[in-house]
């Protein structure tokens, strides 16, 4: 599953796109989100990018969503505090 919890956060498990055209959800593949993202794979330009996008998506804080896994890689694991999986799944595939 694409997103599940762990205690009070929810995890998502993405695989970031950067350098894409377009931001935007791409489709489920391998039990990960597929997220595009314009910014470049450089300095954590991308990983600040995948923050913004999910804040302003899931309509929370960016202080709320953390990147617990995959820094410097393109599958990430994103912990995300004060919303369902429901919620995520609902606001992130509509």
Not at 65 to 87: A, C, D, F, H, T
């Amino acid at each position: 599953m694409w997103v599940s919890q762990k205690g009070v956060s929810i995890v998502l498990s993405c695989r970031v796109q950067p350098n894409s055209s377009r931001e935007g959800i791409g489709e489920i593949t391998n039990n990960a989100l597929i997220i595009r993202l314009n910014s470049p794979a450089v300095e954590g330009k991308a990983n600040d990018a995948l923050i913004r996008f999910l804040s302003k998506r899931l309509g929370i804080a960016k202080s709320r969503i953390s990147i617990i896994q995959g820094e410097r890689n393109r599958n990430k694991l994103v912990s995300i505090e004060g919303v369902s999986p429901e919620e995520i799944a609902g606001l992130l595939t509509a």
